[in-house]
């Protein structure tokens, strides 16, 4: 699912979209305190994975002040359809997110996600959250592992450098990948710089590298689950 060809692909059938996405995003965070953690292109390609898919439910969890979650219910109304059920302890995107985006598209659950029902057949899943490495062993094991084949999950904080830092959030999640031969692919000017670059030059072409935010944080993995990965019941 996440090679490059693929995500150029995106970028060049949703570029109308994403350009008009991007201009209200600007918005947004001119009018909100939004404090955004996601770099442009990882905020983008959640939102075209959004958009090619078309999942009818999305999992986000982990929003602090909602800026993935904006990027994520503009891609759902692009669409015409879907819910985001976004899951967190704080419940600050409840109040920086403007009611046009969650009136119908958005369910909040305000608590620890560990103790919370996640909705069935999730067909993305954005993780961005307690980034400890206990937490990642939870959220492998009773999320990742209980999806089913072919859904798209996408989790931050992972490449802060060329590598995860050892005993980390990142090192569990790819020693997970590793063990389920899952391959994933990352954007991050620290894991991949060549893509990164190269994407910018994409964007270029398309007239979208204008920045949406000045923020330099971009250590996301992309990837998708997949047959024989010791997948257990569904979420």
Same mark, same amino acid.
């Given at each position: 699912? &996440? ?7 995106? &970028? ?20 909100? $305190?939004?404090?955004?953690?996601? $770099? ?9 994975? #959004? ?6 439910? #999305? ?25 985001? +059920? ?5 419940? +600050? ?51 990742? $592992? ?8 996408? #989790?931050?904080?992972?490449? +802060? ?30 894991? $991949?710089?060549?893509?990164?670059? +190269? ?12 920045? #949406? ?23």
């Amino acid at each position: 699912m &996440y090679s490059v060809d693929t995500i150029i692909q995106w &970028y060049r059938e949703h570029a109308a979209d994403l350009r008009a996405a991007r201009e209200q995003q600007r918005e947004l965070l001119a009018q909100r $305190d939004m404090h955004p953690k996601l $770099d442009d292109i990882e905020a983008e390609i959640a939102y075209l994975t #959004v958009r090619a898919l078309r999942p009818h439910t #999305v999992i986000e969890i982990g929003s602090y002040h909602g800026w993935s979650t904006s990027w994520l219910l503009r891609a759902l109304r692009d669409n015409g359809d879907g819910v985001l +059920h976004t899951f967190d302890r704080v419940d +600050h995107a409840r109040r920086t997110l403007p009611e046009e985006l969650t009136r119908t598209r958005w369910r909040f659950v305000h608590g620890d996600v560990r103790a919370a029902e996640l909705p069935d057949d999730p067909g993305f899943v954005l993780v961005d959250a307690l980034h400890t490495a206990g937490f990642a062993r939870w959220y492998t094991a009773f999320v990742l $592992d209980r999806l089913k084949p072919g859904v798209a999950v996408a #989790v931050h904080d992972i490449y +802060h450098g060329r590598r995860p830092w050892p005993n980390s959030e990142g090192s569990v999640l790819l020693g997970w990948l590793r063990e389920r031969r899952i391959a994933h692919l990352t954007a991050s000017r620290h894991g $991949d710089p060549d893509l990164h670059d +190269h994407l910018a030059g994409v964007k270029r072409r398309l007239h979208l590298s204008a920045p #949406v935010h000045s923020g330099r944080h971009d250590p996301m993995a992309f990837f998708s689950t997949v047959e024989g990965s010791e997948n257990g019941s569904p979420v």
